[in-house]
C-alpha cells in the first residue's frame, strides 16, 4: 500500500475574476522510501497539491489518504498520527517562523504539544535537533531569534522544527529556491542526508529541473500544467526522453551555466512556444494545445487521457502525439560536445537505455581555456 | 575587445552606509556596446555598485572614495540636471522589483505619454515617441493593442518584466542597466527575457549592464562578467576567462561547481561551506578565506591584491595569482 495517496482530486479557490480550476482530477501514489518531484510554472498548482498533502487544504473533490485511510476522515489519535508524519517545508524561511520565539521555543513548542520526549528531556532533543541540521548547539544560539540568522540558518531551523515530530513524508516546497547560489547545495544535501538516515520519504516541489535532478535522483518526477498532471515517469527517463511538449520546452529553456552550449540556437519549438506564453489555456481539448508548438486538430478537440508511453516502463504522458516530442539537448558528451556545439537538430541525447542514469557530461573533458581565449 | 572605449568606468569605488562598506575598492569599465554581467550573491554589494553608476546612491549611503565616470565625465561632479540628464537619456535602468514598478491607476498608455511629457526634447512628437514604443512592445515579443490600454494588474509577472524593459528604452539610452531581470520569473519567461535582452542588444546595439545572481544567466548573455563577493571584487573577465580559465578565483570555481542543473554530472557537484561574512565584522584578509579550499596561512591575515593580466582577466587571490608574480599589476 502506497504512503500516501491522492484520488481524483480537484480544487479551485474563490475568486470573482478567476474562476478556472487549481487541479484537475488530480492522482498521485507516493510510494514509502521513492520520492516525487513535482515540476511547473508558477501557477500550475504544486503548491497547492503539496498543501492538499500537507492536510492544509480540504480539496473540493476526490480523496488524500494517509495509510489507506482519507485524512478528513481521521479523528483523535489517528488524525494526530497523520499530522506528525506529514510535515511540510515552506519555500520562504523568512515567513516560516514565528518572528517571537526563538531558536529553542521554536521547536521545544511541537515536542511538547505532541509529547515527542518526556518534558525534562525536551532540552535534550532540542539540542540533537539542532545537531541534526548542521546548526550551532551554543547557549548563545539557542536564544537567537529569526531575525538573527541567515537565510540558510533559516531553512535549517525550518527543517529542524519538521524532523522534531518524525515524520515519515516530508512535503518540501521550493526548499531552496530562496536562498542564495552557494548555500542551495549544503541544504539540499542536508535533506538527502535526513532522508536517508530517517528512512523519510520526500515530496520535492520546484520549478528547476536541474535542482530536481540533483535532489530526487532514482525518484519520479510529475510535471504539471495548469492543475493536470501532463507527464510522470522516472527521473532521468522523464529528463532524457520527455513525451510532451510541455516537458520538452520546459527542458529546452533552462538557462544553462556553461556558455558555450547556452549560445547555441535553440529549437524553433521554443521559440513558438515563447510567443503564445501568454496564450490562457484551452477549455476544450488538450489543456496545452494554446500554447504547443507541436498542436494538431484533434488536440483542440478532444482531451488526451494518461496513457502509459511505449517502451518504457512507469513513463505516462498525457499527449495525443508523444513521438513528435524531439528529444531535449542535454549532454551528449565531451567528443560530441566539441564537434559541434553549434549543430542543433541532429543531436538527440544518447538512449538511457533504461538504465537509472543520464549519461553524464564530463566537465574535466573540455578543452582548456587557451581555445577561447 | 580591449581595444572598446570605455563608456562607463568605476575607478577605485567605496561606497558605505554607515561603518558598513557595501562597496570597496571596486574598478571596473563596460566598453560601449557590450553586455556587462555582475554576479554575487545577495548582500555582496552589486546591486549597489549597479545603481552607483546611474549616481543613485541613497543616502545613508554615500560614496566615500573613488568615481563612476560617463564617457569620461565624473558623475559626483554633475548638477542635479546634469544628472537627470543622464538618467534620462543616456542611462536607463529596470528594477528588481519590475512587478511593483507602475502605477496601477492609470493605463501603460497614459505612462508612456507621462515619459514622453517629462523628457519633451527626445521626439519631435508625442506621435514619433508612441510609434517608437510600439516598436519596442514588439521586440520584446508583445502585441501593442494588447498592451496600450491595459494597467498593471492585468499583466503577467512575466509581461510586466518585458513591459518595463520597453519604458527603460523607450528615451533610446545608451546603457540599459538591468537588476536581476530574470529571477522571479519562471522557466520559460525567463527563456523569454534572456532572447529579448540578446536581440535588443543586437538591433538596437545598446550597451547593457545586468545584475545577476544566477551564474546560468551569465553564461547566456554576458560579455563581460565581474564576480563580486562581500563588498570586494573578486575576479573579473570575460565570460570564457570567468568559465574555464585555469586562473580563476577559488569563489567563483566553488560557486560553478556548487550549481545544480539538468546538463551537470549531481556526483561532480560540490557545496560551498560556510556562509557569506557579516559586512560589518569582516576578517582583515581574504573576504572567502573562512570557506576557500585552497587557503593558507597568509589568506586570513593579508588583503590579497587583484592582479590583472595583459587580456584584462583580473583575479583576486594570494593563492592562485602566486605564480604569476607581481607583473600584471593594476
Known amino acids: 500500500m502506497s504512503l500516501l495517496s491522492v484520488e481524483h482530486v480537484s480544487h479551485r479557490y474563490q475568486s470573482a475574476r478567476d474562476d478556472r480550476p487549481v487541479l484537475q482530477d488530480v492522482s498521485v501514489e507516493i510510494e514509502s522510501g521513492q520520492d516525487l518531484a513535482v515540476v511547473g510554472e508558477s501557477g500550475c498548482g504544486k503548491t497547492t497539491l503539496g498543501r492538499l498533502i500537507a492536510g492544509l487544504t480540504r480539496p473540493a473533490a476526490g480523496t488524500v489518504s494517509f495509510d489507506g485511510a482519507d485524512i478528513w476522515q481521521l479523528r483523535g489519535a489517528q488524525y494526530r498520527e497523520y499530522r506528525q508524519s506529514v510535515q511540510l517545508v515552506h519555500q520562504d524561511p523568512y515567513g516560516a517562523l514565528n518572528p517571537g520565539l526563538t531558536v529553542a521555543e521554536t521547536l521545544a513548542g511541537g515536542l511538547r504539544h505532541q509529547h515527542i520526549v518526556p518534558r525534562r528531556e525536551v532540552r535534550d532533543e532540542v539540542l540533537r535537533l539542532l545537531g541534526l541540521a548542521g546548526l550551532d548547539t551554543s547557549r548563545a544560539f539557542l536564544e537567537r531569534y529569526p531575525h538573527q540568522l541567515s537565510g540558510g540558518q533559516r531553512q535549517r531551523l525550518v527543517i529542524a522544527r519538521a524532523m522534531a515530530l518524525r515524520p515519515s513524508l516530508l512535503v518540501a516546497d521550493e526548499p531552496v529556491s530562496m536562498l542564495d547560489v552557494s548555500m542551495r547545495l549544503s541544504i539540499l544535501d542536508l535533506l538527502k542526508s535526513l532522508g536517508r538516515s530517517h528512512g523519510l520519504t520526500y515530496l520535492f516541489i520546484s520549478h528547476d529541473f536541474g535542482v530536481v535532478r540533483y535532489f530526487a535522483a532514482g525518484g519520479r518526477i510529475m510535471v504539471m500544467f495548469f492543475g493536470v498532471v501532463v507527464e510522470s515517469g522516472p527521473v532521468e527517463e522523464v529528463i532524457a526522453r520527455p513525451r510532451h511538449p510541455y516537458t520538452f520546452l520546459l527542458l529546452d529553456a533552462i538557462p544553462e551555466p556553461d556558455p558555450r552550449r547556452a549560445r547555441r540556437r535553440r529549437s524553433d519549438a521554443t521559440r513558438i512556444a515563447a510567443e503564445r506564453i501568454e496564450a490562457y489555456p484551452a477549455g476544450t481539448g488538450c489543456v496545452f494545445a494554446n500554447r504547443c508548438p507541436f498542436v494538431r486538430d484533434r488536440c483542440r478537440a478532444e482531451r488526451p487521457p494518461s496513457l502509459p508511453v511505449a517502451g518504457a516502463s512507469g513513463h505516462w504522458s498525457a499527449c495525443w502525439y508523444p513521438e513528435d516530442v524531439p528529444s531535449p539537448l542535454l549532454p551528449a558528451g565531451g567528443a560530441a560536445e566539441k564537434a559541434g556545439s553549434s549543430s542543433l537538430s541532429g543531436s538527440p541525447v544518447p538512449p538511457a537505455g533504461g538504465g537509472p542514469a543520464v549519461q553524464a557530461v564530463d566537465l574535466a573533458a573540455r578543452p582548456a581555456a587557451g581555445e577561447v581565449g | ?330
Not at chain 2, 563608456?7 to 562598506?21: A, N, P
Not at chain 2, 514622453?116 to 501593442?144: K, M, N
Not at chain 2, 545598446?206 to 562578467?225: K, N, W
Not at chain 2, 556562509?275 to 579550499?293: I, K
Request: aromatic share 6%; glycine share 8%.
Open chain 2, 1 to 330: 575587445m580591449a581595444a572598446d572605449p570605455a563608456l562607463l568606468e568605476v575607478q577605485d569605488l567605496t561606497v558605505s552606509f554607515g561603518k558598513v562598506r557595501a562597496v570597496e575598492n571596486v574598478s571596473l569599465s563596460v566598453g560601449q556596446g557590450r553586455v556587462y554581467g555582475l554576479v554575487g550573491e545577495s548582500g555582496c554589494g552589486k546591486s549597489t555598485l549597479a545603481y552607483a553608476l546611474l549616481g543613485l546612491v541613497a543616502p545613508p549611503g554615500r560614496i566615500v572614495s573613488g568615481a563612476v565616470r560617463f564617457r569620461g565625465q565624473d558623475l559626483a561632479r554633475m548638477s542635479y540636471r546634469e544628472l537627470r540628464r543622464l538618467r534620462a537619456r543616456h542611462i536607463a535602468v529596470v528594477f528588481q522589483a519590475a512587478m511593483s514598478a507602475f502605477n496601477p491607476v492609470i493605463s501603460i498608455g497614459a505612462q508612456v505619454e507621462h515619459i514622453l511629457d517629462a523628457h519633451p526634447g527626445v521626439y519631435p512628437s508625442h506621435q514619433a515617441g508612441r510609434e517608437y514604443f510600439e516598436e519596442l512592445l514588439r521586440l520584446v515579443r508583445l502585441r501593442p493593442e494588447q498592451v496600450w490600454r491595459t494597467y498593471e494588474s492585468r499583466l503577467s509577472g512575466g509581461m510586466k518584466q518585458r513591459v518595463a524593459i520597453a519604458f527603460a528604452l523607450l528615451l533610446k539610452p545608451e546603457v540599459l542597466v538591468l537588476d536581476e531581470p530574470t529571477t522571479a520569473l519562471d522557466v520559460l519567461s525567463q527563456r523569454l527575457v534572456i532572447d529579448i535582452v540578446r536581440d535588443l542588444h543586437q538591433s538596437l546595439d545598446t550597451t547593457v549592464v545586468f545584475v545577476t545572481h544566477d551564474l546560468a544567466v551569465v553564461a547566456e548573455l554576458a560579455e563581460r562578467v565581474a564576480v563580486m563577493y562581500a563588498g570586494r571584487l573578486v575576479e573579473s573577465g570575460t565570460v570564457e576567462e570567468i568559465f574555464f580559465d585555469d586562473r580563476r578565483h577559488p569563489y567563483v570555481k566553488a560557486l560553478i561547481s556548487a550549481m545544480p542543473s539538468v546538463a551537470a554530472d549531481p556526483a561532480r557537484l560540490r557545496p560551498i561551506p560556510g556562509q557569506v561574512p557579516d559586512l560589518s565584522a569582516l576578517p582583515p584578509g581574504c573576504r572567502f578565506e573562512p570557506r576557500c579550499a585552497l587557503a593558507v596561512p597568509v589568506c586570513p591575515l593579508v588583503e590579497p591584491e587583484l592582479v590583472v593580466t595583459a587580456s584584462g582577466h583580473a583575479v583576486s587571490c594570494h593563492v592562485v595569482n602566486s605564480g604569476l608574480g607581481r607583473d600584471g599589476g593594476q
